[in-house]
């Protein structure tokens, strides 16, 4: 487990040195997500303590977020100003924004040959 | 009493109170939302945030001081992104599949998102840097705090925004997606996923790991696509 962990942190570095080097406007760590795809797609399977790590970290993926939600605390007083055209805008920005890609991806997925995809969640 | 008060000055402090804090109310957040079976409102990023707010005003402990212990769970973001890998290299068969489809909805989603910010802000009289820091606020923070600095947008207000984003995407993509219609679970990680990044990928990954896998794509594929599509875009606009 713990070479996996030194594993990741060190894909994660190789991350930001490309970015850098390149000056790539893309973060380290999707480039190294990106590097990591390449690598298992040569493997059917993950191995085994990696894939733990993963389901470890992704399992509490929304506690990671707050420390920068957070950060919210130092705006206050400039978000209350517009607060209200602030808000509107955000939130219809982002649902016409998931309204689109759902419907454009609704109008051409291909059907599931297996499962279907479907579920009533 | 004065001893009450010097031991709060020292835990004040010291990283470990506001770690604990972080995890902490995240833990109460997560049971509320467990508890409640899901009740969108109370998305636990939410909750966990206005917790830590309303005990950082009430302690007068300015954000610097919080994050001193709060950066422990903040860096795990970076190794948490790099594992996104695995749940695709599952998924992977699957995606190649649709690579198409996804790549077109991809690129509408992420225009829509960029352009309907920039046509509302404007009806709404925003003034250009609050509207150049809301443009990058579906792609993933490190992305969208560099296209803001690019756009003349407020990198660290812009952050803000991007928080904002992916708990309203979470709290409430699905719910919209279902009164649409939309039963495909890999459509509604997607979407949300592309619009509204990390948060509603975490979102997801409750639901499933398939659905958790087609949002973290969305996710990933959006943080390069709103890097390159913002500055084009608002080159076009002839915003400036």
């Known amino acids: ?28 760590p999707v480039i190294a997500m990106l590097v990591l795809f390449v690598a298992l797609s040569f ?18 993926l929304s506690l990671l977020f707050v420390p920068a939600g957070v950060g919210v605390i130092s705006y206050l007083g400039r978000l209350s100003e517009q607060w209200l055209a602030i808000g509107i805008t955000l939130v219809m920005s982002t649902l016409i924004a998931i309204a689109a890609t759902a419907f454009t991806l609704r109008c051409l997925k291909r059907p599931e040959p297996d499962t279907k995809g479907l579920d009533n969640s | 009493m004065s001893g009450l008060f010097e031991t709060w000055v020292y835990l004040a402090e010291q990283p470990l109170l506001w770690l604990t804090l972080t995890v902490g109310a995240y833990a109460l957040a997560h049971w509320l939302f467990v508890a409640s079976q899901g009740f969108a409102l109370l998305n636990p990023v939410l909750v966990a945030v206005l917790l830590i707010v309303a005990t950082l005003l009430a302690t007068e402990t300015d954000y610097a001081t919080y994050f001193e212990g709060a950066q422990f769970v903040h860096f795990l973001l970076g190794p948490a992104t790099v594992l996104l890998a695995i749940p695709l ?66 990198p660290s207000l812009t952050a803000v925004f991007v928080i904002l984003t992916g708990i309203t995407g979470a709290m409430a993509g699905v719910p919209m997606l279902k009164a649409l219609g939309e039963r495909d679970s890999d459509i509604k990680g997607f979407a949300t996923g592309v619009a509204a990044h990390g948060i509603a990928t975490a979102r997801a990954f409750q639901h499933s790991e398939r659905a958790g896998a087609y949002a973290g794509l969305g996710m990933g594929l959006n943080a390069v696509l709103t890097a390159l599509l913002v500055p084009l875009l608002v080159w076009l606009v002839g915003y400036y």
Do not use: C, Y
């Open chain 1, 43 to 60: 493997r059917a399977q993950p191995p085994a303590a990696l894939s733990q790590l993963a389901n470890t970290l992704l399992g509490h």
């Open chain 1, 1 to 28: 487990m713990i070479a996996f962990v030194a594993a990741v942190l060190g894909l994660q570095l190789a991350g930001e040195l490309i970015a850098r080097w390149l000056g790539l406007p893309v973060p380290g």
């Open chain 2, 89 to 154: 290299h599952a998924q992977a068969k699957r995606l190649r599949r649709q690579w198409l489809p996804l790549t077109v909805a991809l690129v509408v989603g992420s225009a829509s998102a960029i352009l309907s910010a920039l046509i509302i802000g404007r009806l709404l009289g925003l003034e250009a840097e609050l509207i150049a820091s809301l443009l990058p606020k579906s792609a993933t923070t490190p992305v969208a705090m560099g296209v803001a600095d690019q756009v003349g947008g407020e």
